[in-house]
């Protein structure tokens, strides 16, 4: 009896040890589709010579990877983006995935609706290490090539949104979309209470952001990670950039907190949210006039895996 009770309690010491430490880096099963939903409202005040301007921009996409092979330092991946729509309230407009658009339009919003629609009608094969990090887009030239077809000739409206337009497909930009969903694993055995930092640049639409995330692993069961983690967020470069014709210099910060829970046995996230509170200003030159935008945002965002 006394056996049989000492080995029942060395089994539960062992248990309790292995759940006290876990490497948390990708384990992801050959040619299984994961798939997550992120969903972020952005509610951002400016003021403009005197006046208040508010904006709310609602964004939804579905993200899907596919895991083809695995090495010793990365493994391949197929990645995708299934849907993304964005709805901003002012000016009124939706740019979504789900419509072909028109590239030959004068109408900026129907060129990106139709970059967008080529975008997630594309596969990227990607390289990637097992912390999330893309290490290349493997067919970046020829995925590029397909969304912007057209674009050399644009008119109107349209041409004037080029640079942000063309940013899209940039190698960088994609990148900081697929890093967004997928960095944050530190790809090694850590602890309740143990840190680690993810850091990644998010460039779409012209504006450049630098994202650095301080994660603590606050819980660890049999199967499942809970981190939380502070975020801060700020200008990727300080070099002015052109957008509709005119020069913006931002000067736009964070800071905020995240929480998340993960699959300890894929490292693939069950789900996430956070809150990050930005401010600052945007210097704009066009047309020999300048003037300073003070700009005040607070971005909510969630992250669930689907079926």
């Given at each position: 009896?006394?056996?049989?009770?000492?080995?029942?309690?060395?089994?539960?010491?062992?248990n309790v040890l292995l759940a006290q430490s876990s490497e948390l880096k990708y384990n992801l099963e050959k040619d299984k589709v994961y798939r997550v939903k992120a969903s972020s409202v952005v509610d951002q005040k400016m003021t403009m010579q005197g006046q208040e301007r508010n904006t709310e921009t609602k964004s939804i996409s579905y993200f899907s990877l596919k895991m083809l092979d695995a090495k010793p330092e990365f493994f391949i991946a197929e990645v995708k983006f299934d849907t993304i729509t964005t709805i901003i309230s002012m000016p009124p407009m939706t740019l979504t995935s789900a419509e072909p658009g028109d590239i030959n339009s004068e109408d900026a919003v129907q060129v990106t609706n139709s970059i967008l629609n080529r975008l997630c009608n594309s596969t990227l094969v990607v390289r990637m290490d097992y912390k999330g990090f893309v290490l290349d887009i493997m067919n970046h030239?020829?995925?590029?090539?397909?969304?912007?077809?057209g674009t050399d000739s644009l008119k109107g409206m349209a041409a004037m949104a080029k640079p942000q337009l063309v940013m899209m497909a940039d190698k960088d930009a994609l990148k900081g979309m697929i890093e967004g969903v997928t960095a944050y694993l530190p790809a090694t055995e850590v602890a309740q209470g143990d840190?680690?930092?993810?850091?990644?640049?998010?460039?779409?639409?012209?504006?450049?952001m630098l994202i650095t995330s301080n994660y603590k692993l606050k819980e660890l069961s049999k199967n499942k990670a809970t981190l939380e983690g502070d975020v801060v967020m700020k200008p990727a470069s300080t070099e002015p950039m052109m957008m509709n014709g005119a020069e913006i210099t931002n000067e736009i910060s964070g800071l905020g907190k995240t929480n998340m829970e993960v699959d300890t046995?894929?490292?693939?996230l069950i789900s996430g949210s956070s809150k990050v509170q930005m401010s600052g200003t945007m210097h704009v030159n066009a047309q020999g006039q300048s003037m300073v935008i003070p700009v005040e945002s607070m971005v909510a965002s969630e992250t669930i895996a689907i079926e």
């Open positions: 009896m006394k056996t049989i009770l000492s080995a029942i309690i060395l089994s539960l010491f062992c030239n020829v995925v590029e090539k397909t969304v912007l077809e840190k680690w930092e993810s850091t990644f640049s998010n460039n779409m639409g012209g504006v450049g046995e894929t490292g693939w």
